[in-house]
């Protein structure tokens, strides 16, 4: 870094952010960046404060413009990898992933996220060769035994699947999402009475995961409790508003409904 960049300054903004003071800190680090705009260590910062506002095109132009500038700077490509996941551009996911894989090589974190973008791809027998080699790296990341569930669901594999899921909720029993796959799972292989257990212990632990209460109601509207399911399935639209999926499943039950009598 060049000596005129104030890495002191830079240092206790992000102190300052850390302890709480994320606006002011996040105003600060945009001022001084403005001032020094080839301080490549606060341009990443600046970009992970914007992706914790949710301003994620402009985190995504900030991690870009240190990937442009430092080859080896493996955070911002992870980062970046996960904004992609989450916007499903797998492609160029997977293609910070293996950037970050190549910097730093066996990273348990990076092998479990190419596993989970190659099975968003349809690739799960290439994503089950990465998620086992990170879960023998890491026995406790529970992240990585909820992906490899979802692989061996695509396989077909559902014992595995559900030993998978319930070995994640052993290591960490408040996941939401281990539940609310765990019970995708039971459904799929017609075990109504566990996917309607596990569907309402994963609202015991989170009562406002839209996913789990979508789910519990697609278990009402399939076994013909339309007026229960609709009730479960506004409930999941208060918290997703904008889920296009949800809005389709309410359509299905009114029909269902109406159709009962």
Same mark, same amino acid.
């Given at each position: ?177 281990? /539940? @609310? $796959?765990? %019970? ?9 009475? *566990? =996917? &309607? +257990?596990?569907? !309402? #212990? ?17 278990? /009402? @509207? $399939?076994? %013909? ?9 506004? *409930? =999941? &639209? +208060?918290?997703? !508003? #904008? ?17 009962? /009598?």
């Amino acid at each position: 870094m060049s000596q005129s960049y104030n890495a002191a300054l830079v240092n206790k903004i992000l102190s300052d952010f850390t302890k709480g003071n994320k606006i002011q800190s996040f105003n600060k680090l945009g001022q001084y960046l403005n001032n020094n705009p080839k301080d490549l260590t606060a341009r990443y910062n600046y970009g992970y404060m914007c992706q914790q506002f949710d301003k994620i095109d402009i985190a995504k132009k900030n991690y870009l413009k240190v990937i442009s500038k430092d080859p080896e700077h493996w955070q911002s490509r992870f980062n970046i990898y996960t904004i992609y996941i989450m916007e499903k551009s797998y492609d160029l996911a997977l293609k910070y992933v293996e950037q970050v894989l190549k910097l730093k090589k066996n990273f348990q974190p990076a092998q479990r996220d190419k596993a989970l973008i190659l099975y968003y791809m349809n690739k799960p027998d290439e994503a089950l060769i990465y998620i086992m080699l990170s879960i023998k790296q890491n026995l406790l990341d529970y992240l990585a035994f909820n992906t490899l569930g979802l692989i061996l669901i695509s396989l077909k594999k559902y014992d595995e699947a559900k030993k998978s899921f319930l070995e994640g909720i052993r290591i960490d029993p408040k996941y939401i999402a281990s /539940y @609310n $796959n765990l %019970g995708h799972c039971y459904t799929l292989v017609n075990d109504k009475d *566990n =996917a &309607l +257990k596990i569907f !309402k #212990k994963g609202l015991t632990i989170d009562p406002n995961s839209s996913e789990v209460i979508n789910n519990l109601a697609n278990y /009402y @509207n $399939n076994n %013909g409790e339309y007026k229960k399911a609709l009730k479960y399935y506004f *409930n =999941a &639209l +208060k918290s997703n !508003k #904008k889920n296009s999926s949800i809005i389709s499943n309410i359509a299905i039950a009114y029909f269902n409904l109406g159709n009962a /009598y």
